[in-house]
């Protein structure tokens, strides 16, 4: 079964940096795109970023282009967001998500059960 | 960017009602619209893909229609484990967007 286990959350001041892991296992990794989405406390969900199976494409929200970087290790069947300046607005479980079709197709079958970050000084 | 505008944002239901949430697009997606189901402390859960093609291993209580900037999902015959956040989401182009949420209780 498809299994997607999000890391790499925890508290982090204003202008700090993290980077998030998500591990997949179940599907074949290298064959899929991955997004990362996230959700503020109490809020709805947003899009933060895309990235092909290959690696080739990435894409972004405006609101994080620039400070985000989105990765994948298909060796290593492991997805990463690298988030740098980061600011109290970015405070959000974060989610990554399997896309549902082997090309770039944007929707999504599974998510993983979140990890979550805290920008507080 | 996409807008999507679902209804109602809360519903309170009586198990065994029929429930419908609507989402209107800001622009034609054609059948790229999705559902997902959020209950709480826990992560969302595709129920509907492409509108009306329901996801492995959901039950036949749930069903999308709609098509261009006008989509329905119901759920027949509400059942107490259905309580949740349902979200619509577009895939038709980048930023993949999501409506606000609709929070289904039971009475």
């Known amino acids: ?121 | 960017e996409i807008v999507l505008t679902q209804s109602p944002d809360f519903q309170s239901v009586t198990p065994k009602e029929k429930v419908t949430i609507t989402c209107r697009a800001s622009q034609s997606i054609g059948s790229s619209l999705h559902w997902y189901q959020q209950k709480p402390d826990q992560s969302p859960k595709l129920l509907i893909k492409y509108a009306s093609q329901s996801f492995s291993g959901v039950p036949s209580r749930f069903s999308g229609s709609g098509s261009g900037t006008d989509f329905t999902l119901t759920i027949n015959s509400l059942e107490a484990e259905d309580a949740a956040t349902y979200y619509c989401h577009q895939s038709s182009s980048l930023p993949g967007t999501f409506g606000q949420g609709t929070k289904v209780e039971i009475k």
């Open chain 1, 1 to 121: 079964q498809v299994q997607l286990v999000e890391s790499g959350g925890g508290v982090v001041q204003p202008g700090g940096s993290l980077r998030l892991s998500c591990a997949a296992s179940g599907f074949t990794f290298s064959s899929y795109g991955m997004h990362w989405v996230r959700q503020a406390p109490g809020k709805g969900l947003e899009w933060v970023a895309f990235i092909r199976y290959d690696g080739s494409n990435k894409y972004y929200a405006d609101s994080v282009k620039g400070r985000f970087t989105i990765s994948r290790d298909n060796s290593k069947n492991t997805l990463y967001l690298q988030m740098n300046s980061l600011r109290a607005e970015d405070t959000a479980v974060y989610y990554c998500a399997k896309e549902s079709c082997g090309g770039s197709c944007y929707s999504y079958d599974y998510w993983g059960q979140g990890t979550l970050v805290t920008v507080s000084s």
